[in-house]
């Protein structure tokens, strides 16, 4: 896959999300949004119908209770005792049909009757004679409707004023006037739906609301406080009710959608980082095995160059010294060992390395008059199991040529192999001259960070302890290795070690 390719289908990828996304958040703009909006209209109406039902209720109440009582005898023939006496007597016959009358409105405040002359008697309830007063003044002065809302004492009243007429009379012989505090519509604002205030406004003034900070404002500061406010006249009165949804209550729905609209963007924003790795990953991935392969391959080759050239040098030596036996078969080993190092591939069985170092062994012998002996003391597992290519044969090649670079007799090479734990170990030791502890310890810095560079340095003993370790780390990662142990005088032995892996 191509950069090319990986950024048009990222292009794609990123534009088909976006329309996701943006869809989604349309939808859920005209959708949800839209449905909070209508839900809080429909609850401001919910509640606006709740309270006018609930007022209706409270003067159609005292509507019946006052008729009842102006159609009563006793009432009529009480309010129309001209002597005074009598008039007080009579009122106790009336409070006790008043009393059977309104026995269930255990919350009214105050029933009240008024003779046409102005003398009022108060059956029950707690106002005070100076409001008995002030009532009838307004009653005379005819701004006591029936249906009213009245302040006294410092306190508010619903109030219904009923005529009394008799069958014989034309005009009324008095007046009942029943109030009731408004304690049960406290309780109904109370109740109300949570997000919206309620309000009672008595000629365009709040007179009664839920919240408290409102009463006494003019009704149409509503309008440019709150967000949806619905406002129903009670009939026959001089009352309005009042339903408002608060700001906050609709700006929950907008806080919703900024949340909902953050996650999208985040869920976006994720999508895209994970498209984009994977995208990549599709090429990178590929590519990195590519140059892995090739860099193992050019490692690899660096190992059969440096070997063939040492042998194809010798043979030239020995063809200008005439020993043309000796070059015959140094020629014919090697074409036996390159044959088989090409047929293994870049993974091997072990015993067919195995093999490899015997004829290479073979070759340094014929070049180097059978200086060498190489003992093999290998764990017969071994022979199920494969290992990296033409790994050996360095290891073995740099100790002929460094660790007996002094020594011509006696020049001794055992290599051992053991399975443990599913770990393959593979040890090359000479008897050779062993390493200085400072070259030693330079050696093993330049092994760590083989694994960190491209080419491994030349230096010590060449790059091919370095490649080796190289293309170990390639193959396996951090569970493979080459470790070297080394003394003064006594020799070096170069372990490798990396996973079982099974020869199928």
Not at 188 to 197: P, Q, R
Not at 331 to 336: D, H, N, P, R
Request: charged share 20%.
């Amino acid at each position: 896959m191509t950069n090319k390719t990986l950024k048009r289908r990222f292009a794609v990828a990123l534009a088909a999300y976006t329309l996701l996304v943006f869809c989604l958040w349309f939808a859920y703009h005209s959708i949800v949004l839209g449905q909070i909006d209508r839900q809080a209209r429909e609850n401001s109406r919910f509640a606006a119908n709740a309270l006018l039902s609930h007022l209706d209720g409270e003067f159609s109440r005292l509507k019946i209770l006052s008729s009842a009582i102006a159609g009563s005898e006793s009432v009529q023939g009480f309010l129309q005792q001209a002597d005074v006496a009598a008039y007080y007597e009579r009122a106790g016959d009336a409070a006790e049909i008043i009393g059977k009358i309104a026995y269930q409105a255990t919350d009214l405040d105050s029933i009240v009757t008024f003779t046409p002359q102005g003398a009022w008697y108060r059956f029950t309830g707690g106002i005070s004679n100076a409001a008995c007063r002030q009532l009838w003044a307004a009653h005379k002065q005819g701004t006591l409707a029936a249906y009213a809302v009245i302040e006294l004492d410092g306190v508010w009243f619903f109030c219904h004023a009923a005529p009394v007429y008799t069958d014989t009379a034309a005009k009324p012989v008095g007046t009942v006037v029943l109030l009731d505090t408004l304690q049960k519509t406290l309780r109904a604002l109370e109740g109300n739906v949570s997000g919206i205030d309620t309000a009672v406004i008595l000629d365009d003034t709040i007179l009664l609301s839920d919240n408290p900070a409102l009463e006494g404002q003019n009704a149409q500061t509503l309008v440019g406080q709150y967000g949806e406010v619905t406002m129903s006249q009670v009939s026959g009165t001089n009352l309005s009710v009042a339903a408002a949804v608060t700001k906050e209550a609709l700006n929950t729905g907008g806080r919703t959608f900024l949340a909902v609209s953050a996650a999208l963007l985040v869920f976006l924003a994720l999508a895209i980082a994970l498209l984009y790795r994977f995208l990549s990953s599709r090429m990178i991935v590929p590519l990195l095995t590519k140059a892995e392969k090739m860099q193992m391959g050019l490692l690899t080759t660096q190992i059969d160059a440096h070997f063939v050239v040492n042998t194809i040098t010798t043979i030239q030596i020995l063809s200008e010294k005439g020993e043309s036996d000796r070059a015959a078969r140094l020629s014919g080993g090697l074409a036996a060992l390159i044959k088989c190092q090409h047929q293994a591939g870049d993974s091997v069985n072990i015993f067919m390395e195995l093999e490899m170092l015997e004829q290479y062994a073979e070759v340094m012998n014929a070049r180097r008059e059978n200086r060498y002996n190489v003992d093999f003391e290998v764990d017969d597992r071994l022979a199920a199991c494969r290992m990296p290519g033409q790994v050996l044969q360095p290891v073995v090649e740099n100790a002929m040529l460094h660790a007996f670079a002094e020594k011509q007799a006696d020049c001794r090479i055992t290599i051992g192999g053991t399975l443990e734990g599913g770990v393959v170990c593979i040890t090359v030791a000479d008897n050779g001259a062993g390493m200085a502890p400072r070259v030693l310890a330079a050696l093993r810095a330049k092994l760590e960070a083989a694994e960190n560079s491209d080419f491994p340095e030349q230096g010590l003993t060449g790059v091919a302890l370095l490649n080796i370790q190289k293309r170990l780390r390639l193959r396996y990662g951090k569970r493979a290795g080459l470790m070297v142990e080394s003394t003064p005088g006594q020799g070096t032995t170069v372990t490798l070690c990396f996973p079982e892996e099974a020869d199928s």
